[in-house]
Nanobody, 115 residues
Framework: VQLQASGGGLVQAGGSLRLSCAASVNIYTFDAMGWYRQAPGGQRELVASITRAGSTIVVDSVKGRFTISRDNAKNTVYLQMNSLKPEDTGVYYC??????????WGMGTLVTVSS
C-alpha cells in the first residue's frame, strides 16, 4: 500500500490550498483515512479524518476552515484548507487504517503559511 500526498506549498495568510492523498489500492480497503500535521518542533496531530461510510471528524482548531472529503473512484482523499493561518504551517501526512488494524502513512507534504 502506498499513499501519495501532494498539494502543499507556500501561501499567504487567508489563502487556500487543497491537499490530495492518492492510494495505490481501493480506499474501501480502509476503515478510515485522515490527515495529520506536524508543526516545526511539535508532535504529529490529527487534523481531520473520514470513515469508509463518509463520517468526518475535524479538530476544533481548523473547524469551519478545513474540509475533508473522498473520491472513491479516484482512490483519493482531499483536505480543502481555506482561510489559512500561520499556525497551520507544518508537514501534512496522510494516514490510512485498515481493519487489522494496520496503519499506513504517506510521505508528508509541506504547507507554509506566511503572515
Amino acid at each position: 500500500v502506498q499513499l501519495q500526498a501532494s498539494g502543499g506549498g507556500l501561501v499567504q495568510a487567508g489563502g487556500s490550498l487543497r491537499l490530495s492523498c492518492a492510494a495505490s489500492v481501493n480506499i474501501y480497503t480502509f476503515d478510515a483515512m485522515g490527515w495529520y500535521r506536524q508543526a516545526p518542533g511539535g508532535q504529529r496531530e490529527l487534523v481531520a479524518s473520514i470513515t469508509r461510510a463518509g463520517s468526518t471528524i475535524v479538530v476544533d482548531s481548523v473547524k469551519g476552515r478545513f474540509t475533508i472529503s473522498r473520491d472513491n473512484a479516484k482512490n483519493t482523499v482531499y483536505l480543502q484548507m481555506n482561510s489559512l493561518k500561520p499556525e497551520d504551517t507544518g508537514v501534512y501526512y496522510c494516514r490510512a487504517r485498515d481493519n487489522v488494524p494496520y496503519i499506513y502513512w504517506g510521505m508528508g507534504t509541506l504547507v507554509t503559511v506566511s503572515s
